[in-house]
Structure formats: structure tokens, C-alpha cells
């Protein structure tokens, strides 16, 4: 009987992952013999465990905090999306390759249209950060067909310069936090790291139009700080960003098996556990 395939998500720290548990559940539901692990990889070695895994009969890989750019740097091959993204969360091994791929902002996508039935074709969608969570978000976003993407970041030059790698697509406008004033969006995406160092952003009041989503691409047990705001400004929805985390998930599992697994029953589980 042969071995099950080899996977695994490498970062660090690495323990607090989700990710072993939501691949054992796509594995079971699509009949796939996976193994699925969690690595720490070596702050200043993250080839070289990548190269062990290989070597081990790693076929493919997740890659979080902080590795997504030097997993960029690493792959010989990109997707369009990885290489728009200058990131890579999704690495397959085959043929003495290293392909790599980028499945967050299609993750992200498919979590607020998908999962919160909230259309983007149309909308005024303001993302707040210029770091990689947002870089990787842009392309997809642009791709729905907005009516209008404004980037929002502490430095408004960082914004621009982020905007300026999209322009090809669209037009995406751009600012510091203070200049959003008399600004209003039907959807707002923290993909800033403020919520996970417990912090609020700088930011004006009545940026949520009727009806608007507030979405922050973090989460926990309880409110992050961006939605415990979102609420008091009086956003209609609001959503943080574990149905995005799965999603992301399924989209790798897609790229490695060539299946998409039903990803509601493992939300669903893992929204369970996160409030019991």
C-alpha cells in the first residue's frame, strides 16, 4: 500500500495554523490520501526546508507569515496572479520544479461574493494597507469589475506606488488615512495587521455608505478592533476574514488534486469552534 501524498504549510511561528485541520477535512470529503503538516521553518532557512521537503517526497506546500516573498523568489515558475501579487501562498513541486501561486485574493473574493452574497461588479470598494495582504487582493478585486478600487494607507506614496503596479487593469485611486474624509464605499477591506496588534486605524467617519460591508482580513475569537469601529460607524455587514482563509485553502487543494472541495461545512466548523 503506498504512502499518502505529502503536503505541508510552513511558516513561524507556525503552531497556531488551521490549516493541517481544514486540508484533513477537504482530504475526507474528496476521497484524496493526503498528508497534510504544519513546519517551522528556520526564520533564515526557509530554502533550505523547503529543499528537505522536496527531498522527503513534498508535493506541494502553503507558505504564511513571513515567507510569501522569498517563496516568490524561490519558484521557478509563477502564476499570472503570483507574480502580480510578488507573493506566493501555494507551492507545487513537480518535475524538479517549484511552481508558485497566490490564492488569497481569490480567497478573499470568493469569501465576500460567495460566501456573504455581497456582488462587487458596481461597487465603491476602499482597501485600507499597501503591504502584500493587499497587493495580492488588487488584481482579483479589479477583476470583479468594480465601479471604483481607492487604496488607503498610512503613506500615501506606498499606496500610489502599489496602484501604479495595477494601472494596466484599471485606474485605482489613492491616499493617506486623513485624506478619506467626506469619502464614502459600499465595501471596506482592512488588510492592514492593525486588528492583529490589537490596534484601531486613523481613520474619518461616515466612510460606510447605506447598506456597506465592512471586512477585515483578520480574525479571532470575538471582534477585531476594525469591526468592533465598523459597528459604532454603523456599517451594515460585517465579516472578518476566516471564510477567506478557508477559501484560499480550497483553492490550493483545487491546484494540487483537481478537485474544489465544499468548503461551507468547514467554515462552518471552524466559525463553531472559534465561539464555543
Known amino acids: 500500500m503506498s504512502a499518502p501524498d505529502l503536503y505541508a504549510v510552513f511558516g513561524n511561528p507556525i503552531a497556531h495554523s488551521r490549516s493541517p485541520a481544514i486540508h484533513a477535512a477537504f482530504a475526507a470529503a474528496t476521497g484524496e490520501d493526503l498528508r497534510y503538516e504544519a513546519r517551522l521553518a528556520p526564520l533564515a532557512g526557509f530554502a533550505g526546508a523547503i529543499a528537505e521537503f522536496v527531498a522527503a517526497g513534498g508535493r506541494g506546500a502553503n507558505v504564511t507569515v513571513p515567507f510569501k516573498e522569498e517563496a516568490c ?11 502580480r501579487a510578488g507573493a506566493v501562498n501555494t507551492l507545487t513541486f513537480s518535475d524538479g520544479e517549484i511552481c508558485g501561486d497566490n490564492t488569497d485574493g481569490v480567497g478573499l473574493v470568493q469569501d465576500i461574493a460567495g460566501n456573504l452574497g455581497f456582488p462587487l461588479s458596481g461597487r465603491r470598494i476602499l482597501l485600507l494597507g499597501a503591504g502584500g495582504a493587499a497587493r495580492g487582493a488588487i488584481a ?32 485605482v485611486t489613492t491616499s493617506n488615512f486623513a485624506e478619506l474624509t467626506g469619502k464614502c464605499f459600499d465595501l471596506v477591506i482592512n488588510a492592514t495587521s492593525a486588528s492583529l496588534a490589537g490596534e484601531n486605524l486613523p481613520l474619518p467617519e ?71
Open 140 to 171: 482579483p478585486l479589479l477583476a470583479a469589475k468594480p465601479a471604483s478600487l481607492h487604496i488607503a494607507n498610512r503613506s500615501a506614496d506606498k499606496a500610489l506606488a502599489l496602484a501604479d503596479l495595477f494601472a494596466d487593469i484599471a485606474p
Open 73 to 83: 523568489r524561490l519558484s521557478n515558475r509563477l502564476s499570472e496572479r503570483a507574480a
Open 206 to 276: 461616515d466612510l460606510f455608505a447605506a447598506g456597506a460591508l465592512a471586512y477585515d482580513m483578520m480574525y479571532g475569537k470575538g471582534e477585531t478592533p476594525f469591526l468592533h469601529w465598523a459597528r459604532i460607524q454603523g456599517a451594515a455587514r460585517r465579516a472578518d476574514g476566516l471564510g477567506m482563509l478557508v477559501e484560499q485553502a480550497a483553492e490550493a487543494f483545487r491546484i494540487w488534486r483537481g478537485k474544489r472541495p465544499d468548503t461551507a461545512p468547514v467554515l462552518a466548523e471552524l466559525r463553531r469552534q472559534l465561539t464555543s
